[in-house]
């Protein structure tokens, strides 16, 4: 033991302690620096092999700086990408292997003899430089959101959780406090949620819209693999999945649905949308899958705009996008192969005159369209790409369901001139300096579920994106099968404004 204490120290750092190998994650953090065969090992040699474990644990971590970013450094899901990376044969928990990264840092920390550059103190500080950054921004975001759990999950849970589920599964009220549950509300939920994903492994939790339950989860409902996550998403798209909400889809894949989140409606906040999408992706995307969703919702045309909404919003509109935000994921998607890129579009209208910031949750609904942009490209001319557009807009087809649309709308100016139109036409222009041009444009759109009173846009486009999203991303070929979907070719996107 003495022996591999020696071993721990390299140069450049300064160790006023050693991590104690007497306990099981000891045993286990030796096993992954040195090896399991270490006895037949002379001193140089397992410093050696220390060295070389430990530059590819740090050259992990560094690769993976969006994510740490994205998680603020917090939480589980960076270290569980971590070791995911790691060679089968040298595991350790997340919390094993942000201990030991956390050791070596402070080490390096520590150091203040003359200067020893090395590989592994290059990558110590590199990746120390990325803490410091972290710890500089603002806090991202958390909620608890209200889930809604199947009958054969009730069965399960004590009458005390049984009581809260039944609460937080009560249709909602479209006020502004109704979207926000309070503290004793948040705990309750996350209890019956915690118990909910023990008791149904081997159980689907179908989904619920405004008090109307949706289409059955089609994907897998077996246990949570481990290691996880799918390793068929690149990074850039992993980053977005987990955005903000990475405790409630650990676990989720093809495989394993869990629990499904509610669809949210007009009143619920950003947070809400993006754990729907991220979790419709993640439990129904496969290595085969040659579709992407845009799992943040956009509602902005320009940051301009996005910008003069932040005090009126409380500060909400930066938890939105723009649609260039969209357009730059999907070029990335559409270049590592996928042909299909889908995203939620959420404005909202109202006016600018409320006095009270917090008012924008209940007096500022969120509207609801889809959008689906289809990459194709020329036969014999793999440069000349046309991007065809499918903008599902139930205010057409459905207009009971969004009068809030049409009166909210009418009271705000600019942002909702000419909202539509403007969706094709910033992607033009995005096109444009991109060397693509645009092909079709379909606009309306009706679905296959039930349609109810209380479903509003935003609950509407949600639907039509699961709907896509289950039977496999497939759009009507011909123009009478687009029309029996209930959709419109638009020639120019003008002509939206004109009917």
């Known amino acids: ?32 620096l040195f090896g399991k065969d270490r006895k037949s090992k002379t001193g140089s040699q397992l410093k050696e092999i220390c060295r070389e474990n ?78 410091e950054r972290v710890k500089r921004l603002p806090a991202a975001p958390t909620f608890q959101l209200t889930l809604n759990l199947h009958a054969a999950q009730a069965e399960s849970l004590s009458p005390t959780q049984l009581d809260a589920t039944s609460d937080n599964s009560a249709q909602h009220v479209p006020a502004g406090d109704a979207s926000q549950p309070t503290a004793a509300t948040a705990a309750t939920a ?8 023990a008791a149904t492994a081997a159980t689907a939790a179908t989904a619920a819209t405004t008090g109307t339950a949706a289409t059955a989860d089609t994907a897998g409902t077996g246990s949570p693999p481990s290691p996880w996550l799918p390793n068929h998403f690149s990074r850039n798209e992993m980053a977005l999945l987990l955005h903000y909400v990475p405790p409630k889809l650990h676990g989720i894949c093809r495989s394993f649905a869990g629990v499904t989140p509610r669809i949210p409606h007009q009143y619920s906040l950003p947070e809400a949308s ?45 938890e939105y996008d723009t649609l260039n935000d969209l357009f730059n994921y999907a070029d990335k998607s559409f270049s590592g192969g996928r042909d299909h890129y889908m995203g939620l579009l959420s404005p909202f209208f109202s006016n600018w005159t409320y006095g009270d910031p917090k008012e924008w949750t209940s007096k500022c609904p969120r509207m609801g369209m889809a959008l689906v942009l289809r990459k194709e490209v020329v036969s014999g001319s793999p440069d000349k790409q046309f991007i065809h557009v499918v903008l599902f807009d139930p205010s057409l087809v459905y207009e009971r369901n969004c009068e ?41 759109g009706k679905l ?46 003008t002509e939206m404004n004109e009917e």
């Not at 996350?190 to 994903?197: L, N, P, R, S």
Request: with cysteine.
């Open 404 to 444: 809030f649309w049409w009166e909210y709308a009418a009271e705000n100016q600019p942002l909702n001139k000419d909202f539509r139109e403007r969706v094709v036409g910033t992607l033009v222009e995005w096109l444009g300096r991109h060397g693509a041009s645009l092909g079709t444009v379909q606009w309306g």
């Open 190 to 197: 996350a209890t019956a949620a915690t118990a909910a994903t």
């Open 1 to 32: 033991m003495r022996k591999l204490h020696k071993c721990w120290v390299q140069e450049g750092f300064y160790f006023g302690y050693a991590i104690d190998a007497s306990n099981q994650d000891g045993e286990a953090i030796n096993d992954f």
């Open 54 to 131: 430990l530059l590819v644990l740090f050259d992990i971590c560094i690769k993976e700086e969006e994510l740490y970013v994205l998680c603020r450094g917090k939480g589980y899901e960076f270290w569980r990408t971590i070791i995911n990376r790691l060679p089968h044969n040298r595991k350790l928990s997340p919390d094993q292997v942000m201990r030991l990264i956390g050791y070596y840092c402070q080490a390096r920390r520590n150091w203040e003899g003359k200067v020893h550059i090395t590989p592994l103190t290059k990558k110590a500080d590199e990746f120390i430089k990325i803490v």
């Open 274 to 318: 993006r754990l729907f999408l991220s979790h419709l992706t993640l439990a129904n995307h496969s290595p085969s899958s040659r579709w992407m969703m845009y799992v943040n919702p956009v509602a902005f045309v320009s940051r301009w705009m996005q910008t003069r909404w932040f005090r009126r919003s409380n500060k909400r509109s930066y």
């Open 448 to 493: 296959r579920s039930p349609v109810t009173a209380d479903m509003d846009s935003l609950t509407l486009s949600c639907m039509f994106l699961q709907e896509l999203v289950k039977g496999g991303v497939v759009l009507p070929e011909s123009e009478e099968s687009w029309k029996e979907a209930g959709f419109w070719q638009v020639r120019r996107s």
